[in-house]
């Protein structure tokens, strides 16, 4: 007799699936903090040199990015553990961390996100090598029979030509090992080997000072106040469309910040919790999705918009003495 999904449920996560709402959410915080942060800060740490270059920014903003997937997920688990039930609940975190590492650096590495793409696929349809998750949710490369071998350390790529082809500069590289190497590592090495390495992001500014970040951290709480103290389609029509510098949703950044969490977000544009975290990643939206969201229409959204802007302007301008 074949086991019932639910026998394959993880056991930390059975407590999740008794009692009401507010006991679920504090089992999820619990979770959160003492079994998830660990794995995520142990990928984090992995790819900290990756990451925009080590930059802190980058590294909160995946973090969050991770920790709301995750919540999204147990409340989903909650509801129906049986549609996708969670084995092993560390390894899968560890997976949604990578995928989340891995996202970042698509975007902010095109050229070696191209190359990576190209290893994994000549190891993966290679009749001697393949790649595999190990643990930890790290993923593997190597020769098929180093499958169940720990990863080895390797400190620097062997001497090889960069004019063959990409083919004879892998096996080069695993040529001298006796087991798996991690896949990051190896893309690391056949990119410094063949020169397919591609500028990094722009040196981070000078951190600001103790009172600088103070200081923009309070008016930052009083503009979220002003924002909150607006009528609630002002609130969703300005918050859910509103862009940063280089077109980034401003609301990823308030958890961050701490100055408001993803589910104080949610109730400030009286959504429910869930479905605003499903709709995390395809924030900010247009006047279109508003105007559906709103249940008014696209110039509806630009005045209601338009108001919240200058209501919050001259609230911020008495805060700010009247200076621009």
Avoid at 52 to 64: N, Q, T, V, Y
Avoid at 297 to 306: A, C, D, F, G, S
Wanted: proline share 8%; hydrophobic share 45%.
């Amino acid at each position: 007799m074949t086991a019932s999904p639910r026998a394959a449920i993880d056991p930390v996560l059975r407590p999740l699936l008794h009692g009401g709402e507010a006991e679920a959410e504090r089992l999820i915080d619990t979770l959160l903090t003492r079994l998830a942060t660990p794995v995520v800060e142990r990928v984090l740490g992995g790819m900290a040199g990756r990451v925009s270059g080590g930059s802190s920014d980058a590294a909160a903003e995946i973090r969050s990015e991770i920790m709301v997937r995750l919540i999204e997920r147990l409340r989903a688990f909650r509801r129906d553990p049986e549609e996708r039930p969670i084995v092993r609940f560390q390894d899968y975190v560890a997976v949604v961390s990578r995928n989340a590492v891995d996202a970042h650096l698509r975007a902010a590495f095109p050229m070696r996100a191209r190359l990576k793409g190209r290893v994994r696929y000549l190891l993966s349809t290679s009749r001697t090598c393949e790649v595999w998750t190990g643990d930890h949710g790290v993923v593997a490369a190597g020769l098929k029979e180093w499958r169940d071998r720990p990863i080895v350390p390797v400190a620097a790529p062997p001497a090889a030509n960069g004019s063959q082809p990409l083919v004879d500069v892998v096996h080069a590289i695993l040529g001298p090992l006796h087991g798996p190497i991690a896949l990051d590592q190896l893309v690391d090495m056949v990119a410094q080997i063949t020169g397919e390495l591609e500028e990094g992001p722009a040196p981070p500014e000078p951190p600001p000072t103790h009172d600088q970040t103070v200081e923009a951290n309070d008016l930052l709480r009083h503009l979220w106040t002003e924002i909150a103290a607006l009528p609630v389609k002002q609130r969703a029509a300005l918050l859910l469309n509103l862009r940063g510098a280089n077109g980034e949703p401003v609301v990823h950044f308030l958890p961050v910040t701490r100055v408001a969490s993803v589910r104080e977000i949610a109730a400030a544009v009286e959504m429910d919790p869930l479905r605003f975290a499903e709709m995390w990643d395809d924030l900010p939206l247009d006047d279109g999705h508003l105007a559906q969201l709103l249940d008014t229409t696209r110039q509806q959204v630009i005045n209601l918009r338009k108001s919240a802007r200058a209501r919050l302007g001259r609230r911020m301008s008495k805060l700010t003495g009247g200076a621009r």
